[in-house]
């Protein structure tokens, strides 16, 4: 952290040429990225375009060339993978997601439970392709409930939300950051493991004024106080 607080002011200290950068940004943080994009551009002058996806769908397009500057996964493992496998230089983690049971019918206090349990179908991201699907899974896992329970799936969170907000589903397990404008009741933590977000800065980026200096920015503090306004944890709370 100590690194990009650095950089964020070696990027804002002095006049810059305008870049462009291209970033790949986890379903679950996209609107929050919106936000921060725009912020960073009226700061930098630089332009950020998003592309939203599965964290799984992002790394296997970043293995087979896709032109993206920057990563903003939802887990950590994969952009430590592409910095192992020199696709990536740098890799840290900006924001610590939680999970929500989120219903299109009111859920008060601890019903979530009662729902999960009693529910003929729920939604989740698929674990497989996305971390929030994972920990999904695993709260399921940890009320031993996942054999019984049968889930339909999204190829990412964002679809899993979909499925629930338009009727679809009755509810499911999603990021708590998607859930948050509506009735829906946070699981707690000890029941999923820790959701670590990491972004990494990709080959490509190396170098684009625009991918470093917004790297750097998620590190700020107005940065984090935007990431902590959609329900997220500062990394600090956990590292």
Not at 9 to 20: K, Q, T
Not at 37 to 58: D, K, P
Not at 223 to 236: C, N, W
Request: charged content about 20%.
């Amino acid at each position: 952290m100590v690194r990009l607080t650095v950089l964020f002011f070696v990027f804002f200290a002095s006049p810059l040429r305008a870049d462009e950068a291209l970033v790949a940004v986890a379903a679950n943080f996209l609107k929050p990225a919106e936000v921060l994009a725009e912020a960073y551009e009226a700061e930098s002058g630089h332009e950020i375009t998003l592309a939203s996806g599965s964290t799984g769908q992002h790394y296997a397009q970043i293995v087979h060339g896709a032109p993206f500057d920057v990563f903003l996964a939802a887990d950590t493992g994969r952009p430590e993978l592409l910095v192992e496998a020199g696709l990536a230089a740098m890799q840290t983690t900006y924001a610590v997601g939680r999970l929500a049971y989120f219903s299109a019918s009111p859920v008060q206090d601890l019903d979530w439970l009662e729902a999960l349990r009693s529910a003929d179908l729920i939604a989740i991201a698929n674990p497989d392709l996305a971390p929030y699907g994972r920990a999904a899974r695993e709260v399921l896992a940890t009320l031993d409930i996942w054999d019984e329970t049968v889930t339909v799936q999204g190829q990412n969170v964002g679809q899993a939300f979909a499925l629930i907000a338009s009727g679809s589903v009755r509810g499911g397990l999603v990021a708590a950051s998607m859930a948050r404008p509506f009735d829906a009741t946070v699981i707690p933590s000890e029941l999923h493991s820790t959701i670590q977000q990491s972004a990494a800065l990709l080959k490509r980026g190396n170098g684009n004024l625009a991918a470093e200096g917004f790297l750097a920015y998620l590190g700020s503090e107005p940065a984090l106080k935007v990431i902590e306004s959609f329900g997220y944890d500062r990394p600090d709370t956990t590292e």
